[in-house]
């Protein structure tokens, strides 16, 4: 019987033991969620400010450097700002431009980078590419046209006629079309097929234009020969640089390649404008999400 007596109270002493160590740890634990629930934000007024400068400029300088790296080798937006690629483009048309196509040269960052020479993993562009470039007797302007000539290759204008190579590009009248910024306010569209058969519409204003007849261009290695889809309204690789009273574009570098127009994304009607807010919807409907080729 006394062995039994004890043992029970060991159990009895052991019990005490177990519920003083589950209420030691209850109030530990309370103890330690009670000094949870005092923790309080001790920076003052200004640390707090400084810190959410400095995680907003964090934000903001994510956000460039990705849209840098976009406009750099993506794509990047132009606006139309003349009716020179009519009737394929028109002013206030909002284009995007293939970065990659070409490769990457000085004039694909958002500012020159004058250390690059030439073009790095550099892709020629095809004849019928609709190009943006910076115009070559500025290396700052943004121009856009078509290539019509490749790099030793000879064009010219006979009679309202393109020769490329000695060879009359053939062409097919389609009628009269509107044409923006030009009196008379009509001209007459054809559809174009150059030597590798691609296609593209122009149109003509005018028959013996000031450059509808033109000696022989030469293209030098390394340059193209532009042309605006909008044959009598547009300055391009058929008129000198160097001319005083109206300079043209002159041959282009294959540097000075920006990209590929591949998508009229938009277009805003005449009148439209940023600062104007009640313009923002003057949009033509029908020209969004048109490819362009």
Do not use: C
Request: hydrophobic residues 40%.
């Amino acid at each position: 019987m006394a062995k039994s007596d004890d043992t029970a109270n060991e159990a009895i002493a052991a019990a005490a033991n177990a519920a003083g160590r589950i209420d030691h740890q209850a109030t530990t634990s309370a103890d330690d969620d009670s000094d949870d629930e005092e923790v309080v934000d001790t920076r003052d007024t200004k640390q707090v400010a400084i810190d959410e400068a400095k995680e907003i400029f964090s934000v903001v300088a994510v956000a460039l450097i990705l849209v840098m790296i976009l406009r750099t080798f993506l794509f990047q937006p132009f606006t139309i700002p003349s009716a020179s690629m009519e009737p394929n483009l028109y002013e206030g048309d909002y284009i995007i431009v293939s970065k990659w196509d070409y490769g990457i040269s000085k004039y694909s960052f958002p500012i020159t980078v004058p250390f690059i020479k030439g073009r790095i993993m550099e892709h020629a562009p095809k004849r019928g590419d609709i190009v943006v470039f910076k115009l070559p007797r500025d290396n700052k302007t943004d121009y856009i046209k078509r290539v019509i000539g490749l790099p030793g290759d000879t064009v010219q204008m006979r009679k309202d006629q393109l020769y490329i190579n000695g060879k009359p590009v053939p062409n097919t009248e389609l009628g009269p079309v509107e044409a923006k910024g030009f009196s008379p306010r009509f001209a007459t569209a054809y559809r174009e097929q150059l030597p590798d058969g691609r296609t593209h519409l122009m149109q003509d204003m005018v028959k013996d234009g000031r450059a509808d007849d033109t000696g022989e261009f030469i293209v030098p290695a390394g340059q193209y020969f532009m042309m605006g889809d909008n044959r009598d309204n547009s300055l391009d690789s058929r008129f000198s640089p160097d001319d005083p009273y109206e300079p043209g574009v002159g041959f282009v570098p294959a540097e000075n390649l920006e990209g590929r127009a591949v998508l009229i994304l938009m277009s805003w009607k005449e009148g439209s404008s940023l600062w104007k807010p009640w313009t923002w919807l003057n949009f033509h409907w029908d020209r969004f999400f048109k490819s362009l080729h």
